[in-house]
Nanobody, 119 residues
Framework: QVQLVESGGGLVQAGGSLRLSCAASGSIFSINAMGWYRQAPGKQRELVAVSTSGGSTNYADSVKGRFTISRDNAKNTVYLQMNSLKPEDTAVYYC?????????????WGQGTQVTVSS
């Protein structure tokens, strides 16, 4: 079993900042990637940012230059620093951990944390 515990969401005014955290625990042997997704009402879940164990990062075009993903591998924790927030960033943010077990990859999801940006 793998557990993901998220924290850091909340209500912020446009232009403000928030930092999300996600700590993974349990049967973690090999993390392939850790990332953040979000889902706004009436929309599909979308990738926000991902950090691979190879050291690369990828961001959605809409957040480039404003959001930064980072990891503390010793703590199996991933962070998302969100600056210059916009009302369109309002969504439920989900942490994702992609684990390699044998020859297969498995996805695990956090419970989600609400981020609301007021105009």
């Amino acid at each position: 079993q793998v557990q993901l515990v998220e924290s850091g969401g909340g209500l912020v005014q446009a232009g403000g900042s928030l930092r999300l955290s996600c700590a993974a625990s349990g049967s973690i042997f090999s993390i392939n990637a850790m990332g953040w997704y979000r889902q706004a009402p009436g929309k599909q879940r979308e990738l926000v940012a991902v950090s691979t164990s190879g050291g690369s990062t990828n961001y959605a075009d809409s957040v480039k230059g404003r959001f930064t993903i980072s990891r503390d591998n010793a703590k199996n924790t991933v962070y998302l620093q969100m600056n210059s927030l916009k009302p369109e960033d309002t969504a439920v943010y989900y942490c994702n951990v992609n684990l390699l077990r044998g020859l297969r990859l498995y996805d695990y999801w956090g419970q989600g944390t609400q981020v609301t940006v007021s105009s």
